[in-house]
């Protein structure tokens, strides 16, 4: 079956750094979207994106995010200077249309 | 990957025993709706969905009801097994199109005693 691959699985930085998490969605689909999850707290959207721009984005996605699809495979998330707060698993997902949305493992991001 | 849970509500079901977990939604707009499994350190699985048109829909061992009146869903699961042992969340959307977000619940950790 068909997966969502994440990596690294998880990602220990400095506070004010950067860090890119990676995602390969499933290779017939057209919509991307990340994801992120506080311990203990909802599972929260964060951006979707189509056609090589963003479709939508949450108040959580602020200036110091970034998505990107730098060839025909990946799709990044950049945090430009991280946060404590930033300290979370991000789960990327892909979709044909809005059924079949399906999620990867995540990443664990821990901000120190 | 999962809640930790510490206000997490959990339902304790014996093996063989059917499951029923509930999730009220706040949007009376939505019109599609998920149902995921979160198993530790994993993503959130797919298991079932159901369109606002609709007010039940049947899977395999799995049947989402859909109250609209009351903006209510709820999972049903039958001969609940050990690898059922997992938080659930229910998640809408609105619009029915790609690309659009969906909005999850808080989540329910369903426990199955063997």
């Known amino acids: 079956e068909p997966e969502v691959t994440q990596t690294p699985s998880h990602q220990v930085t400095q506070m004010g750094q950067e860090v890119i998490l990676r995602c390969v969605p499933i290779s017939n689909h057209l919509y991307f979207y990340w994801y992120r999850q506080i311990l203990g707290q909802k599972v929260e959207f964060l951006v979707s994106f189509y056609n090589n721009e963003i479709s939508e984005k949450s108040e959580i996605f602020d200036d110091q995010f970034s998505v990107e699809r730098p060839d025909g495979s990946n799709f990044t998330l950049k945090i430009r200077s991280t946060k404590l707060e930033d300290s979370a698993m991000y789960f990327c997902?892909?979709?044909?249309?809005?059924?079949?949305?399906?999620f990867g493992s995540g990443t664990r991001l821990t901000v120190v | 990957g999962e809640s930790v849970g510490l206000h997490l509500p959990t339902l304790s079901v014996q093996e063989g025993d059917n499951s029923i977990i509930n999730c009220a939604y706040s949007n009376s707009a939505s019109d599609y709706f998920i149902w995921y499994k979160q198993e530790s350190g994993k993503g959130p699985q797919f298991i079932i969905d159901i369109r606002s048109n609709m007010d039940k829909r049947q899977g395999q061992r799995v049947t989402v009801l859909l109250n609209k009146t009351v903006k209510h869903l709820s999972l049903q699961i039958a001969a609940t097994q050990p690898g059922d042992s997992a938080v659930y969340f229910c998640?809408?959307?609105?619009?029915?199109?790609?690309?659009?977000?969906?909005?999850f619940g808080g989540g329910t950790r369903l426990m199955v005693k063997p």
């Open positions: 998640a809408e959307a609105t619009g029915g199109n790609a690309g659009n977000m969906l909005t």
């Open positions: 997902a892909s979709s044909p249309l809005i059924r079949g949305y399906t």
